[in-house]
């Protein structure tokens, strides 16, 4: 069964920091991976995708790298604002199991001013 | 486009009560999606729909839940009777098919049962 870990549960920086966002899953046999934010009392926002045969994606400031073999993918924020304070959850796509999600449970970023 | 929309936004209820939770897809979506988020076990899913078919029912928790796709933009889940347990954020998101990239949330429906 697929089971999706993500370290650390929380994250306090000060701004400008740079930062890593762990994700780990037990079975490497998955379509693609997300990463998506969670603003408190919202819905998720997808950030990026990337599909099994990929290595990584970058949008702006996020760059989200993905090691099928060891069942790992890492989220980078550069150059962090307050802004990007949220929680962040990885989900994997697994093959054969049509558009299901499995997700971590997240990690709460919070960044200071 | 409006995204996905969701009603109520928030839902207390009576123990024993039945509750209808609503959603609406995004127009040419395919793929229609149950979420439920709790703080013990995270994000799961409940249940999706391909082409209003019911594809994986397998993380309905008990009889007592119930969805229903009655056409290609819209969706209910329905709990009878609530349960204090099942207390939780109800999310639904949509997707152009159970393959496709670009899953869009709805903001969730915050349910509690006193």
């Known amino acids: 069964k697929q089971e999706v870990t993500q370290i650390p549960a929380a994250l306090s920086v000060p701004e400008g920091e740079n930062l890593v966002l762990n994700c780990s899953f037990t079975d490497s046999a998955i379509y693609n991976l997300q990463w998506f934010r969670q603003d408190p009392g919202k819905g998720l926002t997808s950030l990026l995708l990337?599909?099994?045969?990929?290595r990584e994606q970058t949008s702006g400031r996020l760059n989200a790298s993905l090691d099928k073999s060891s069942g790992r993918s890492t989220l980078y924020i550069a150059a962090s604002q307050p802004g990007d304070s949220a929680t962040y959850l990885c989900?994997?796509?697994?093959?054969?199991?049509?558009?299901?999600?499995?997700f971590g449970q997240g990690t709460e970023l919070s960044v200071k001013p | 486009d409006a995204g996905v929309i969701q009603s109520p936004r928030h839902e207390v209820t009576e123990m024993g009560q039945e509750v209808t939770l609503r959603c609406k897809l995004i127009s040419g979506h395919n793929s229609l999606f149950w979420y439920r988020q709790t703080m013990m076990r995270g994000l799961e899913l409940l249940i999706y729909?391909?082409?209003?078919?019911?594809?994986?029912d397998s993380g309905m928790p008990e009889d007592r839940f119930s969805a229903k796709m009655p056409n290609a933009s819209f969706s209910t889940l329905k709990i009878q009777p609530s349960e204090p347990r099942d207390s939780a954020v109800y999310f639904c998101a949509s997707s152009p098919g159970d393959r496709a990239p670009g899953y869009t949330f709805g903001s969730g429906t915050r349910l509690t049962v006193v």
């Open positions: 729909f391909n082409n209003n078919v019911p594809i994986d």
């Open positions: 989900a994997v796509r697994e093959h054969n199991q049509g558009g299901k999600l499995i």
């Open positions: 990337i599909q099994s045969s990929q």
